[in-house]
Structure formats: C-alpha cells, structure tokens
C-alpha cells in the first residue's frame, strides 16, 4: 500500500506515462482517505488535487467535468491557484470546457488566463491561441492599436466612458499586460489584431 503522502506524486506520473487506466483506482483511495480526514482547509487542498487528477483521467468528458466542477467550487471561495496552474498544459483544455458550460465562470476564466500568461513567458503559448478576450474586448484591443483614447473609444463604440476604460482594464488584465502598448503588442502577437 502506497502511503497517502506518496499517492498525490504517483497519479500526475500515471498519467504522464499514458497509464490513466491504472489512476481511478489510485485517485478512488486516495480521495477516500482525504475525505475521511477532512477536518480543515489544508485537507481541502488534498480534495482538490484528487477531484483534478480524476478529471485528467476521467474515461469521458462528462465525467471529467463533473470531477473538475467539484475541484473548482471547492477551491474558488479559498482563491487556490497554483494548485490548477502547475497542471495547466494537461488542464487547459478541460478548463475551457468547463468555462464554455458556465462552470464557475469568473474563477475559471481567471485560471486559464494565469495559466495562458504562464505559457507566454515561457513561450509555449501557440500564436492563435486567444487570451479568453469577448469580441468587445478584440474590438477595443483594435481601437487602441488604432490609437484612440478611451473617449474616442466610449464614442465609436457607443458606450459611457467607464465601460470603455472597464474594457481596456480587462484588455490589460488577461492578456497580463502592464500598459496598453505591451497589449496591442501581445494582440498582434496573438493574431487578435
């Protein structure tokens, strides 16, 4: 028997060896012993990282979104983060599933754009992979390449002038930029403009 500290390092190696078959069990005992312990939020932590490794190993995506919607409600009212982001490659994908399905909207979004900003600095983001930007958001990104302001922005969009300086804060903040210069330059990077 594989102690209960030793399980969370074996099934992400399952299942980067291709070997998900052998991981529900492996995540089962792993999950019930947590549970069983489950008296504060540092067991929580544990619960979460069973209920993510059930998603990546789940045999359908019905299944592995059910798991991830439970890991994500457990962790959205705590803000955990790295726990989603250190699977981001594997996670991504399923997270944007559960984002498409309105599975804790705000938090997910907010986690696939960190894990995405990761990905860029270290340059493994494919170049038509958008930042989660609206189509709004992509026609404001192409209003400040244009070099508008933001009540240039407010009148051509027909917006109130907090709208549009709310667009360009969300323009700035998912694609993790520090300036609207270093957006437009990441949007072109990223063939949004």
Known sequence: MIPFYLRQLLMPLLIARGQKDAVPAQIRAFYESVQAEYLSSEWQYWLI????????????????????AEALNLAQPE?????????????????????????????????????????????????QTSALLSEREIEVLQLLAAGSSNR????????????????????LEKLNAENRTQAIALGRELKLI
Do not use: C, M
Request: a positive charge; glycine letters at 6%; charged letters at 20%.
């Open 49 to 68: 990282t069973a209920r993510i490794y059930q998603a990546l190993s789940a045999p359908t995506p019905e299944e592995a979104l059910t798991f991830l």
């Open 79 to 127: 803000g955990y983060i790295r726990i989603f982001a250190d699977e981001g490659r594997v996670l991504a994908p399923l997270l944007r599933k559960a984002l498409s399905q309105g599975i804790t909207p705000e938090y997910t979004g907010k986690l696939l754009t960190i894990i995405e900003a990761e990905k860029r600095r270290k340059g493994t983001l494919p170049p």
């Open 152 to 171: 240039q922005i407010a009148q051509k969009l027909i917006v109130s002038l907090s709208t549009a300086k709310t667009h360009v804060h969300n323009i």
